[in-house]
């Protein structure tokens, strides 16, 4: 088992869980349906880097493993200090395409 893929499924798992509390807290409807997507978006990434986790270990999958780890900060920040929601959506649109850059090199060491 790859163990930087696991380690981004793990936190793909724990930003869907902050986020869903945020989605608790929210009483605008627009905002919770925005909120929704965006779970939505995170679970599909929990089970696309589920299918690959058995990968091939490589520098560059643990680069980009360790990308997504700094950004696992920066967006358990922005679900934390939600100043707008346009902003919550920039930040996880950055996280998601860091997610989606290792998910395809991990389904290119498959191959």
Do not use: C
Not at 18 to 27: A, F, G, K, Y
Not at 48 to 66: N, P, T, Y
């Amino acid at each position: 088992m790859n163990i930087a893929l696991m380690q981004t499924q793990d936190r793909l798992v724990k930003t869907h869980a902050r986020l869903r509390e945020r989605l608790r807290q929210e009483d605008d409807a627009q905002v919770r349906r925005a909120l929704l997507n965006e779970l939505t978006e995170i679970m599909a990434r929990v089970q696309m880097v589920g299918a690959v986790l058995f990968a091939e270990q490589s520098a560059q999958l643990d680069a980009k493993a360790a990308a997504v780890k700094i950004a696992t900060t920066k967006i358990n920040k922005a679900i934390r200090d939600m100043q707008s929601m346009r902003d919550l959506l920039d930040a996880i649109s950055g996280f998601l395409a860091l997610v989606d850059e290792a998910i395809d090199l991990a389904k290119l060491a498959m191959l």
